[in-house]
Every structure is written in structure tokens, then in C-alpha cells.
């Protein structure tokens, strides 16, 4: 599943091309993804002009001039490509139908200045879902109602992260890869960045919550924003069926620490030799000899 930094890349690659555009020739090509498209959805982003483009978590929200904000959450394997060839644009005027079993949404985005892309939809699982909420009613929604603070945002401390773990009796696993709670959370962190995150910080997914110290919260919090950093700057992980929306492959999982390391020594050279259990249904993998 594409995590934050995947999606942040998504983002960073669609907004030259769709901020301040104009959506026109919104085509839909099944009724659904994981749930069924909002109603009349290809008529309400049909003539709207998207004012900005931003990321919640693991989600893109396209702000629109309709009042809307356009929600897409890529599930496990949906991606947006954007296609702006001559050759791209003439095959989307004349084609009555996609030739592509897994391409489920497109749409024309006309800049200011005149520049036209073809942005497509994809996703093989269809686990990915689209939207149409009112910024007004966007925070009280089920999926965002309750989420965390942003993990590269200046909210997240290491006392919001002690606030976060006092009196807790779950590892720090857990912890982490909550979304929010009565105690506040961490939104948007998924099990490949919280298992590089703790590496970094030397310390074990099944380490107390409870327990933790404020040096290793301050630890802790410098590995999150650090790995989360580079993953962006290196265009996400991709693993299974991700890619940019250049349709450029990032190359983080070639930096990996930990994760998906099972038997191999850890980059630390201290002897120890990479592990992986399970916790609470996903994969963690550490060093049982430099995470305590």
C-alpha cells in the first residue's frame, strides 16, 4: 500500500499539471472502485477548476472551485499517471474506450497558459476509493475525523509523542502505526517507515510505550521526520505496483535499513542479523542486537 511519502510524491507530481486547471472530458469507465463513485461525479468535476492540491495523511485532496474537495485515497495498488504527448491527447479525443483492463478514471486538465494533460486512474485491486466532500464537513468525516498530526508538521514533538505513549501498554509498534486516538496520534505513518523509523532510534517495536524515556522519544521523532524526508526526496518505495505520476519508479526500498532485510547482517555491522515478527497482523523487521 502506498504510505505518506508515496502519496506526497503523487502530489508533488500532479500539481504542476493540475493546479489551477480545468478539468474537462471526465470519463468514468466502471461504476466503482472500493466503493461506488460519488453521484453525478464526472458531471461535478466536469468544467471545475482545481485551486489547490494538498495531502492528509495517506490522502490527495483537490480543492475545487465548485466548493468540492476531490478525496482520493490510492488503497493498495491505484496510481494517477499523467500523460501530455500530442499523440496522448489526440488517442483520448478519438478513443470511445480505454484499451486497458485496470484504467477506471480519466480526465483532460487544461492549464491557464494553455497546457493540456491527460490524467489517468488506474488501480489493478481496486481498493482505492474517490470522493466529493464540502471543506466544511472534510474534518468531521469518518475518514478524517480523529486523525493524528502530521508527521513532518511542526505539531509533532517528542512531548506530543511522550503525551501520546504515557500510560500506555502497547509497544511502540502500535503506537506508532495508530492514526489517532483519545491521546492523539501520528497520522498517515504506515509499517515500512515505522520500522525504519525505529531502527534509526535504536529502539524495538516491542519496546513499552509506557516506557518510553524523553531521549528516546527525541530519538524517536528525528528518525520518523528524517526517513520520511528522504523518502520523499527519493520519490517513495516502490514496491508492488507503485510509480510516480510521471510514471517514475522510486528508489527509496534500494536505502532500506530493516524492512524486507529478513537474514541479512544490519547495516550497523554490530553482529546482529535482521528479524521479523509479527505485530498486530503486519510485518515488523529490526535488529535484535542495536533496537532494545
Known amino acids: 500500500m502506498p504510505e505518506l511519502p508515496e502519496v ?8 504542476p499539471h493540475m493546479q489551477g486547471a480545468k478539468l ?17 461525479f464526472a458531471q461535478r468535476l466536469d468544467g471545475a477548476e482545481v485551486l489547490r492540491l494538498e495531502r492528509r495523511a495517506k490522502y490527495l485532496l483537490f480543492y475545487l472551485d465548485t466548493q468540492d474537495v476531490w478525496v482520493t485515497h490510492l488503497g493498495m495498488t491505484g496510481r494517477f499517471q499523467v500523460n501530455d504527448s500530442p499523440e496522448d491527447l489526440a488517442r ?9 483492463k485496470h484504467l477506471h478514471f480519466q ?4 492549464l491557464p497558459e494553455g497546457g493540456v494533460s491527460r490524467i489517468d486512474y488506474y488501480d489493478p485491486r481496486r481498493f482505492g476509493f474517490m470522493l466529493l466532500l464540502k471543506p466544511d464537513e472534510l474534518y468531521e468525516s469518518k475518514w478524517f475525523k480523529g486523525l493524528g498530526v502530521e508527521p513532518l508538521s511542526d505539531e509533532l514533538t517528542p512531548a506530543h509523542l511522550l503525551e501520546m505513549a504515557h500510560g500506555r501498554n502497547v509497544n511502540l509498534k502500535a503506537l506508532l502505526m495508530a492514526q489517532g486516538g483519545p491521546k492523539g496520534g501520528i497520522a498517515g505513518l504506515g509499517n515500512i517507515y515505522v520500522c525504519e523509523a525505529l531502527w534509526r532510534a ?9 516506557a518510553l524515556k524523553p531521549k528516546e522519544a527525541a530519538s524517536l521523532i528525528e528518525g520518523i521526520k528524517t526517513v520520511l524526508e528522504e523518502a520523499v526526496a527519493s520519490g517513495g518505495s ?7 505520476a510521471s ?10 535499513c530493516v524492512y524486507d ?3 541479512q547482517p544490519c547495516p550497523r555491522n554490530d553482529g546482529g542479523v535482521i528479524e521479523r515478527k509479527v505485530h498486530q497482523g503486519r510485518s515488523s523487521f529490526f535488529c535484535p542486537v542495536c533496537q532494545t
Do not use: M, W
Open 8 to 15: 506526497e510524491t503523487v502530489r508533488r507530481g500532479l500539481e
Open 24 to 40: 474537462s472530458e471526465v470519463r468514468l469507465h466502471r461504476p466503482n472502485l472500493r466503493y461506488p463513485f460519488p453521484e453525478h
Open 92 to 100: 483520448y479525443y478519438h478513443a470511445a474506450a480505454p484499451d486497458e
Open 107 to 110: 480526465c483532460l486538465a487544461t
Open 202 to 210: 535504536r529502539l524495538s517495536p516491542d519496546h513499552k510505550a509506557s
Open 238 to 244: 516502490s514496491i508492488s505496483d507503485f510509480a510516480a
Open 247 to 256: 510514471g517514475e519508479l522510486g528508489y527509496f526500498q534500494h536505502r532500506f
Open 261 to 263: 532485510r529478513k537474514g
